[in-house]
């Protein structure tokens, strides 16, 4: 599992840590590589939240029919099926209404990172923490009220302007939704240096960031150079592709 992202210069230094007086919420990990699972798990784990392992998505599906999940992350190439088609398959079993998802993907080119940090295996584990911390907190930045989209499903990409990770992002995620043709998806782009109070409350840590807002959001992280992770995602979503590849 990884990615090239720039860190918005907005992000919090604090350590991660749940709320106290919350109940610690139950967060399922997906991913093939043991490493990276014990990685996570074990950070996730002290900050007090209850973790869950699967390292394919077989695995991952069976730990969510047991219910009480907050947060799944889930690597996206699993070597059974794709994170999408995991996280299909529990949306269609009715698995993920109050469970947000969290897919982590993009294996970039040297040539694309450019001056940005990098995040690969092994990857910036407090950023991560921070991101869980974010999404799963929900009385340190109030949701944000829903908008309709102005057509289709709304996507919302958060990037730093200038920034070599961020224009594939943008590239990419336009010609991606090309294949769906006109109303399947209408897609936003906000540069997190002008819209800082807008990425905090869509937890954005990394950058760049596809917040897809269908039920329950999905934060797609990462350069979305491999295109079958989106179309997934807006085929989990209920939008169908109306273009060839």
């Not at 269609?92 to 080119?109: F, I, M, N, R, Y």
């Not at 921070?130 to 340190?140: A, E, F, H």
């Not at 760049?208 to 992280?221: A, E, G, M, Y």
């Amino acid at each position: 599992m990884s990615a090239s992202l720039d860190r918005p210069s907005t992000v919090s230094k604090e350590r991660a840590a749940p709320s106290a007086a919350a109940s610690p919420a139950r967060i399922l990990l997906v991913d093939d590589d043991a490493d990276t699972r014990e990685l996570m798990a074990t950070a996730l784990s002290r900050d007090g939240w209850q973790v869950s392992q699967a390292g394919d998505a077989d695995g991952g599906l069976r730990l969510l029919r047991e219910g009480g999940f907050r947060l799944v992350i889930s690597d996206y190439e699993l070597p059974d099926q794709t994170g999408a088609q995991l996280l299909g398959a529990a949306a269609g079993e009715g698995l993920l209404q109050s469970c947000a998802v969290l897919v982590v993907t993009g294996h970039p080119d040297p040539a694309d990172v450019g001056s940005a940090p990098v995040i690969r295996k092994p990857f910036d584990i407090d950023a991560l923490r921070r991101q869980v911390k974010g999404i799963l907190d929900t009385s340190k930045a109030p949701a944000a009220p829903p908008r309709p989209a102005a057509a289709g499903i709304e996507l919302v990409l958060y990037v730093a302007r200038g920034s070599p990770p961020s224009k594939v992002a943008e590239r990419n995620a336009r010609r991606i939704l090309e294949r769906h043709g006109d109303g399947a998806a209408a897609l936003e782009v906000r540069d997190v240096a002008q819209h800082p109070e807008e990425a905090e409350r869509d937890r954005i840590l990394f950058v760049p960031t596809l917040v897809v807002r269908c039920s329950p959001p999905i934060w797609l992280v990462g350069n979305l150079k491999d295109p079958s992770a989106l179309l997934g995602i807006l085929s989990l979503c209920g939008a169908t592709a109306t273009r060839p590849d």
